[in-house]
């Protein structure tokens, strides 16, 4: 069965700065690159990912697109522009000059105004992105969840996936609001979710499938194996485990599913979303 992991990073720290990656990461505090994942993709029979940002940098896009170009499992870029900006559509037409974007993210999670998205400049940006056909990776917690809706319906033609499920409460076994704010979100056909970043929003020294599996099934009854991807959050993923484990967790997860259903979350979905091909 192909896959494609749909999520992951590689970072630069003498290149870029990144303000949540500091010495206090421990095993994330280092370069990676492409060099460092191609064995683990061909130990655990991945064929291709997708690259996502972990930066506000334009230049850290550009360099994520450059990458694309010499790592052929890299089959596309989720990347990152100011959304704010005046030129917004110049901008994204230099980034899609450079290589296979696909699709974009900013790191709402981090921004003090929880309503950040629906600030006017950043719906007039992400309906470019949309006119693009782009896809949106949202990168939120479960406070934001509740701004979805105004965000969709101003926004009628974005294509959406919610990274990480939301980052539910996974440590502390809590539902809510998670499970109130996903079940209005799968309400609209256009949103994706990603099966991603799960052991990190459990306990990492002490996490099971068990802990996880309550999330997985809500977020399955609720978007069905046709919305759900598998991402590994590679290497964000090593605070709490391997890239070995994260793959067998979700084999684990989808186990009981059609071969059709599995292949959707394995492969079909992304290349649907993202709009690439193996």
């Known amino acids: 069965m192909n896959k494609i992991d749909a999520h992951q990073h590689f970072w630069d720290l003498q290149q870029f700065n990144y303000p949540w990656l500091t010495p206090t990461a421990q095993v994330l505090y280092r370069n990676f690159e492409p060099a460092a994942l191609e064995p683990v993709l061909v130990d655990n029979g991945v064929q291709g990912t997708i690259l996502v940002q972990a930066t506000?940098?334009?230049a850290e896009t550009e360099w994520l697109l450059s990458l694309a170009q010499i790592a052929p499992f890299i089959k596309g870029v989720v990347g990152w522009l100011d959304f704010t900006a005046p030129d917004v559509e110049?901008?994204?037409?230099?980034?899609?000059?450079?290589?296979p974007l696909c699709g974009?993210?900013?790191?709402?999670?981090?921004e003090s105004d929880r309503a950040?998205?629906?600030?006017?400049?950043?719906?007039?940006?992400l309906n470019i992105v949309s006119s693009k056909s782009l896809t949106y990776d949202?990168?939120?917690r479960p406070v934001h969840l509740q701004y979805l809706?105004?965000?969709?319906?101003?926004?009628?033609?974005?294509?959406?996936?919610?990274?990480?499920?939301?980052?539910?409460?996974?440590?502390?076994?809590?539902?809510e609001p998670w499970l109130a704010g996903m079940q209005r979100a799968a309400q609209y056909p256009n949103v994706y979710c990603k099966l991603s970043?799960?052991?990190?929003?459990?306990?990492?020294?002490?996490?099971?499938?068990?802990n996880v599996r309550v999330y997985f099934e809500q977020v399955l009854e609720l978007f069905g194996p046709a919305r759900l991807l598998f991402g590994s959050d590679w290497p964000v993923c090593l605070l709490a485990g391997s890239y070995a484990q994260v793959n067998d967790l979700v084999m684990q997860?989808?186990?009981?599913?059609?071969?059709?259903?599995?292949?959707?979350?394995?492969?079909?979905?992304?290349?649907?979303?993202?709009?690439?091909?193996?």
Not at 90 to 99: D, P, V
Not at 116 to 125: E, R
Not at 149 to 174: C, Q, S, T
Not at 197 to 210: F, R
């Open 104 to 110: 974009l993210r900013h790191q709402v999670h981090d």
């Open 149 to 175: 809706p105004a965000l969709f319906r101003a926004v009628p033609n974005g294509r959406w996936v919610i990274d990480h499920l939301a980052k539910p409460e996974i440590k502390d076994r809590k539902l």
């Open 197 to 210: 970043g799960m052991i990190t929003e459990a306990n990492h020294c002490n996490w099971s499938i068990e």
């Open 253 to 278: 997860l989808v186990s009981s599913l059609t071969e059709s259903e599995q292949v959707a979350i394995w492969s079909g979905t992304a290349c649907e979303v993202y709009q690439i091909e193996l």
């Open 138 to 140: 949202l990168l939120i």
């Open 56 to 58: 506000h940098s334009q």
């Open 90 to 99: 110049e901008k994204l037409e230099a980034l899609l000059a450079k290589g």
């Open 116 to 125: 950040w998205l629906l600030q006017n400049q950043v719906v007039a940006a």
